[in-house]
């Protein structure tokens, strides 16, 4: 029994599934910024299957993407603690269910 | 892939990786919460390592496990009154059920699809050739990356002053 | 160079484990050459590390003290020679007391982790031609991201401990490393960009290659590297998260007996652990010249790593503690601007030598002397634009206490 291509592509879509179920499910900012990352994990993890299984092998296009989303991402992280942050500072919480000035 | 040693560390990794994310669900402290998530980005990188991508692995690890876990830590830190029981949200059920349907649906996908795999070796040495593509064919993503990474410091500091 | 490649042969300690490797492939499994490989290499190394450990030590302790003008340790064995066995016995019997209200699965795991990153990265250090356990191709790349990830379980112990100053000095701990991560990753940039590879041991053959050190070819960067290594480990003068006259003993207030001897052993390893790479990536690891056909590699590494930590011990002697600001402020106002700049001038460098096809014997001295000047240059500049540059009062000569008029006791006025 051998590694295949969709038992990563099966590891990847379980762990989107959970990043998912945080980051819609989570009260904390932090918590769903946490759960934002699993799913960036996830999607790296299948393009890098998909660089290794189906690419040529001299291709690297997979590798570049997954270097580019990392940088992204730590970009994104840092801009959405900075505004968490800023919230906390001025409502002394960073609980969405009591950020909800702008609901319905 | 069909020698033990990948079989093997497939599956450690995988079960650490999925297993350590399911605690970031399950813990009933942030903080413990957030030391498995840097448990999963290990796992994660140990799976980029059985993929032959020694490039991405390592960098996973200096920047996920590294940087951005300190800074989700000290996010933590600094806000000392929020609650850190990592509690959920009202839209808990809605929200499991949202995730399990994804789940389904790309499991099965990923079932039903026939993907043409060719049975090639691993790359040789990806940082080499990641480098030549990033200053080659990817040469313009790779000046606007620069860019927003310049946009995202300043805006961070600049939201964060105390003016 | 030429190895015999028997087993006997002493110098390369490669040569016995690869023919052991052999047999055990040929009269077993596929796989036990491979987990055998990994277990030895992993035993060995530790068995070093904590061998170091013991002289280092006892090494630090006499040598601090004939800095401070005083004797070390001699009372326990022959020049204090046993004085580190009765640290240990003391550090392993002592009662490791846990405080009541830690948080009890962090505050146990967190010494347990600190000392795993300085193991990791002698995996991928060569000691010889055959001597490495993972000859990675990323390998200066896995240095730096071990390095990095030394934050979280110093952040662990810190925070489980649930006293405030153990909090303080673990923020001012982490505050610190990652602030000094960037010089050193681009202090190790500069290295790369003159070998063209991130192989630890592609960079010590490309230092045999062409007959030099990459000391001489980048000063500046060794000199950042080695500051930036030294705040990563938390000597003196930087050791501000464990000072002793500030915040108590910062992230390992609450550990005792062996807990803190974790804490203290991770710092040692890490402290080999950037002599190590300093010695592969600036002074030609194993290679001396030739020196390697009749002296052992390993020896010459080892010599090469001792010589590095004493420049350690030194600084710790002989410095005074730095603030916090005073650290932060160097590392993002001086160094990184200054890393900048070599890497500037580096790939300057390379770039004329390789686009006109000169030859190395010519250009490389050129290169040294250029990137000496470049480096004295740059950080006399740059301090003095800092408004850092002359000291405002300078003694002139040395005044004996007569002159003063102080009285001695025992002397005549």
């Known amino acids: 029994m051998s590694v295949e291509l969709s038992h990563y592509l099966l590891v990847g879509a379980i762990l989107f599934s959970i990043g998912l179920y945080v980051a819609l499910a989570k009260r904390n900012a932090v918590g769903i910024l946490m759960g934002i ?15 290794r299984f189906v690419s040529p092998p001299t291709d690297v296009s997979g590798h570049v993407f997954v270097v580019f989303v990392i940088t992204v991402a730590a970009a994104e992280a840092a801009l959405a603690l900075a505004l968490a942050m800023v919230v906390y500072r001025n409502r002394e919480t960073i609980d969405i269910d009591k950020i909800n000035l702008m609901r319905w | 892939m069909e020698d033990v040693g990948s079989i093997v560390a497939f599956w450690m990794l995988s079960v650490i990786a999925v297993a350590a994310a399911l605690m970031v669900v399950a813990a009933r402290n942030l903080i413990h919460a957030v030391l498995f998530l840097i448990l999963s980005f290990i796992g994660v990188a140990g799976l980029y390592l059985t993929l032959s991508a020694d490039f991405v692995a390592v960098t ?48 099965a996908i990923v079932l039903v699809t026939d993907w043409n795999e060719a049975t090639r070796g691993a790359f040789p040495e990806t940082a080499e050739a990641i480098g030549e593509a990033l200053l080659d064919k990817y040469v313009l993503p790779f000046e606007i990356a620069s860019v927003v990474l310049l946009a995202a ?4 500091i600049v939201l964060v002053r105390e003016d | 160079m030429i190895f015999l490649a028997e087993w006997w042969d002493l110098r390369d300690l490669g040569n016995a484990v690869g023919a052991f490797l052999e047999w055990l492939g040929d009269h077993g499994p596929d796989w036990l050459p491979y987990t055998a490989s990994a277990v030895i290499g992993s035993i060995t190394l530790l068995v070093f590390l904590v061998v170091s450990l013991l002289m280092v030590a006892w090494a ?22 046993l004085q580190s066995v009765a640290d240990a016995i003391k550090m392993l019997t002592k009662e490791a007391i846990t405080s009541a209200n830690v948080d009890r699965w962090v505050f146990w795991l967190a010494p347990i982790l600190v000392a795993v990153p300085a193991l990791v990265v002698f995996a991928v250090l060569p000691f010889n031609e055959g001597m490495v356990l993972a000859d990675l191709n990323v390998g200066v790349l896995f240095v730096v991201a071990i390095g990095s990830v030394t934050a979280i379980p110093i952040f662990m112990a810190g925070w489980s401990s649930n006293n405030k100053f153990s909090l303080l000095g673990a923020m001012r701990e982490v505050a610190m490393l990652i602030s000094y991560e960037i010089p050193q990753v681009l202090a190790l940039l500069g290295v790369v960009i003159f070998t063209n590879t991130m192989r630890m041991s592609g960079i010590v053959g490309w230092q045999d290659d062409h007959n030099t050190w990459l000391i001489f070819l980048q000063p500046l960067a060794v000199l950042i590297y080695f500051i930036a290594g030294a705040v990563e480990i938390n000597r003196t003068p930087t050791d501000i998260a464990e ?5 108590v003993a910062g992230y390992h207030t609450e550990y005792s007996g062996i807990k803190f001897g974790m804490f203290w052993v991770g710092e040692y390893f890490a402290g080999f652990a950037i002599a190590a790479i300093i010695a592969t990536l600036y002074l030609g690891g194993w290679t001396l010249w030739g020196l390697e056909e009749w002296v052992p590699g390993w020896i010459i590494f080892l010599a ?60 490389l001295p050129a290169f040294a002397i250029g990137n000496l000047v470049l480096a004295v240059g740059l950080i006399v500049a740059w301090a003095r634009f800092l408004g850092r540059g002359r000291p405002q009062w300078r003694p002139t000569r040395a005044r004996l206490v007569k002159e003063l008029g102080a009285v001695v006791y025992g002397q005549e006025a």
């Open chain 3, 243 to 247: 000072a002793e006259s500030e915040i």
């Open chain 3, 304 to 363: 090469k790593l001792y010589a590095l930590f004493w420049f350690f011990i030194w600084m710790r002697g002989t410095l005074p503690r730095l603030r916090i600001d005073q650290l932060m402020g160097f590392a993002w106002k001086f160094l990184l601007p200054l890393a900048l700049i070599n890497i500037f001038f580096a790939g300057l460098e390379v770039l004329l030598w390789q686009e006109n096809e000169l030859a190395a014997e010519a250009v």
């Open chain 3, 60 to 81: 630090e302790r006499r040598l601090l003290g004939r800095i401070q003008a005083r004797l070390g340790p001699n009372r326990v064995g022959p020049w204090g020679l």
């Open chain 2, 153 to 156: 410091m300043v805006g961070a």
């Open chain 2, 60 to 107: 996973q690890i200096l920047i996920y496990a590294g940087a951005i876990s300190v800074l989700i830590l000290f996010a933590i830190l600094l806000t000392p009154r929020a609650a850190r029981d990592n509690a959920e949200t009202f839209l808990q059920v809605p929200g499991l059920v949202v995730a399990a349907l994804v789940a389904v649906t790309m499991g």
């Open chain 1, 37 to 51: 990352e699993l799913m960036f994990n996830a999607v790296n993890l299948t393009l890098i299957a998909f660089a």
